[in-house]
């Protein structure tokens, strides 16, 4: 039994290794809100994906601290005691939406429940492997020479798949161009709904890379018109944006809008939704892997554990902590081993704050009792 004690917030900033570039735009830092949850003396561990802006999802930092603050927080004083994380969604029920706030508070009630059994997350989760293997996420460059030569430093490194973050007007040359430069390697890209109907035939053109899956090309919360392009091309399609819940999952798959599942906890509204869209893509043969969010290494660590389950059997968007970062706010790092990241084995998340990293990084933070 966990009975809650405190709630803490802190709001981070944290300087980003080289500039982040998608077809909603340019980051040069990781702004991000994490969450603690106190019970028995032991500290749990979230952290909310939400971005600085409404850019990839409507939520933003500002509306997870409100929500979190004003409507999450009454929501478990009035509650308090879980036998188990996964109770947490029905006691969140009464807030529609914000599922990136609640997965967050989710994920710190994972993490303290791992802890207080003193057992690795993985383990509560179901996992079945002790290394994923990670994948990058490759920023829209400025020219194909950069991009080369960024693709080749992260297959130097290990990295078992490349994904090019593309736009229209940085689509069919820099994915001939890096296809033609390492024509084995495992080629995908992510448009980030930038991309309407209207533009099929450049969308066919990248039929002819060879790619593993083409990444959310159309509106970021659209399954129809999906299933309409799924229909025209033979690459894959794996939805990101649109499936924000295991419902939107089952709506997918029955509309045939994608064959491949990017799935982030804080997207899809939590570990408990997460590990609902797992049971569901056992069942019916659908590809899972785990996506990232430039999270700092509470939230790596999450997506770590999540990814040793038995379903997820894709690369990864869960790199090495410096391909972001410098400094983290948490410890260790994480290191590319193999091509791989292991999954940390000691309680919960296995990984720890450094709390003077976190002070400093800091801009915001605030404590209740519960
Ligand atoms: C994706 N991520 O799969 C996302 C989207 C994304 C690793 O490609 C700041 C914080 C900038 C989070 C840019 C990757 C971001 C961000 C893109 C998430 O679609
Ligand atoms: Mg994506």
Redesign the pocket.
């Given at each position: 039994m966990i009975r809650l004690e405190r709630l803490s917030l802190f709001l981070v900033e944290l300087p980003l290794v080289a500039p982040?570039a998608?077809s909603f735009g340019e980051?040069r830092t990781?702004q991000a809100l994490l969450v603690s949850l106190t019970a028995d003396g032991v500290m749990g561990w979230g952290e909310c994906?939400a971005?600085?802006g409404p850019w990839?999802s409507w939520e933003t930092v500002e509306t997870a601290r409100y929500v979190i603050s004003e409507h999450i927080r009454p929501l478990l004083s009035s509650r308090k005691v879980f036998e188990h994380p996964s109770e947490l969604p029905a006691a969140l029920a009464p807030i529609r939406g914000h599922g990136m706030a609640k997965a967050a508070v989710e994920a710190a009630l994972w993490d303290l429940y791992a802890r207080l059994q003193r057992k690795p997350l993985y383990q509560l989760l179901g996992g079945v492997r002790e290394a994923v293997p990670a994948g990058v996420?490759v920023g829209i460059q400025p020219d194909i020479p950069s991009l080369l030569a960024a693709v080749e430093g992260y297959l130097a490194e290990g990295y078992q798949r490349i994904?090019l973050?593309i736009k229209p007007g940085w689509d069919v040359e820099p994915l001939r161009a890096v296809r033609e430069r390492f024509p084995d390697v495992l080629l995908s890209a992510?448009a980030?709904a930038a991309y309407t109907l209207a533009d099929l035939p450049t969308l066919r053109e990248l039929d002819r890379f060879g790619l593993l899956m083409l990444?959310?090309p159309l509106h970021f919360e659209d399954l129809l018109e999906h299933a309409q392009l799924a229909r025209e091309l033979a690459t894959p399609i794996c939805l990101?944006?649109s499936i924000t819940s295991a419902r939107r999952a089952r709506e997918a798959l029955a509309l045939g809008a994608c064959r491949i599942i990017?799935v982030k906890p804080g997207r899809v509204g939590g570990l408990t939704e997460a590990l609902e869209i797992h049971a569901l893509a056992l069942e019916r043969g659908i590809p899972l892997w785990c996506?990232?969010?430039?999270e700092t290494g509470i939230g790596r660590a999450l997506n770590v554990h999540l990814a040793t389950l038995p379903g997820f059997t894709l690369p990864h968007?869960i790199s090495a902590t410096k391909r972001y970062f410098r400094e983290d706010i948490a410890d260790p790092p994480f290191e590319l081993r193999d091509g791989h990241l292991p999954v940390p084995q000691r309680p919960g998340l296995g990984v720890e704050i450094n709390w003077d990293r976190l002070l400093r990084s800091a801009t915001w933070s605030r404590t209740w009792k519960l």
């Open positions: 982040f998608t980051e990781k994906v971005g600085s990839y996420s994904k973050k992510d980030n990444e959310q990101d944006e990017n996506g990232g969010m430039l968007d």
